[in-house]
């Protein structure tokens, strides 16, 4: 059986090419095995609306575009869900790209096993300013005021929240950038103590939670530099990290 693919927080920039080529190789390479392809959040470092894939300075995210649509044409199956970079992916990159847009969380049941799936940032509740703020820019109405915006002003407003969020980082608690131990225990009890697969935290690693006497592994996916990046392979059995340079 082909092999089901996760990654996230790949956070794609104009200023970092070598993520971005090391991403264009995955695509044309390891990932054209898989049955599919789970994206699961950041995929850009920012995404100022569908509506950059008409703009010719954007060289980025057309060719990430086109490079999706090129592995779905091949055959695999593709879903992207938001991160808490690029929330505003809509339809018009979902038909370009051939992806389907995931709601977060998601319960996906493959053969041999069952995940639940997230970007992970609605678990940081520890970070009541950022939940607030998360709360806000997903209102619908929100967005629609946003998107209304010219796509020059809505990339200058991108680049400063990113420069906030920066400078915030750097100041926060580190439990702060972490998800809430017991906001993850509800969230596995809610989801019927299947796996949980999450990237967002950049702090890739395997966790085992003991929910009502219930073993359930949580996976956190690894954050991609410019000498590597990793997804998580199931393989129908079990998950493994593969590291891609
Ligand atoms: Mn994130």
Redesign the pocket.
């Known amino acids: 059986m082909r092999p089901t693919l996760f990654i ?2 790949l956070h794609l920039a104009p200023q970092a090419p070598a993520v971005t080529r090391i991403f264009l190789d995955f695509l044309r390479g390891r990932a054209r095995a898989a049955e599919s392809l789970f994206i699961l ?2 995929l850009f470092e920012a995404w100022p609306g569908d509506d950059c894939l008409d703009d010719p300075a954007d060289g980025l995210a057309a060719a990430v575009v086109a490079a999706l649509h090129e592995l779905v044409t091949a055959g695999v199956g593709l879903a992207v869900m938001h ?3 690029d929330f505003l992916l809509g339809e018009r990159f979902a038909a370009a790209s051939g992806a389907r847009l995931l709601p977060d969380p998601w319960l996906l049941a493959l053969p041999g096993g069952e995940f639940v799936l997230a ?3 609605a678990l940081c509740t520890d970070d009541r300013e950022y939940q607030s703020f998360r709360a806000l820019v997903r209102r619908r109405d929100w967005q629609q005021a946003f998107l209304a915006r010219p796509l020059s002003e809505r990339k200058a407003v991108a680049a400063a929240l990113r420069q906030q969020s920066e400078t915030a980082k750097r100041d926060k608690a580190q439990y702060l950038m972490d998800v809430n131990p017991v906001e993850t225990d509800d969230f596995l009890r809610a989801h019927g103590y299947v796996g949980l697969i999450h ?2 935290t950049h702090r890739p690693a395997v966790h085992d939670h003991l929910v009502d006497g219930i073993h359930v592994q949580r996976w956190v996916l690894a954050d991609w530099h410019a000498s590597r990046g990793e997804c998580l392979c199931w393989d129908g059995e079990r998950l493994t990290r593969e590291c891609l340079d």
Do not use: A, K
Request: no cysteine.
């Open positions: 996230s927080d959040g950041d991160g808490n970079r970007h992970g940032d990237g967002h």
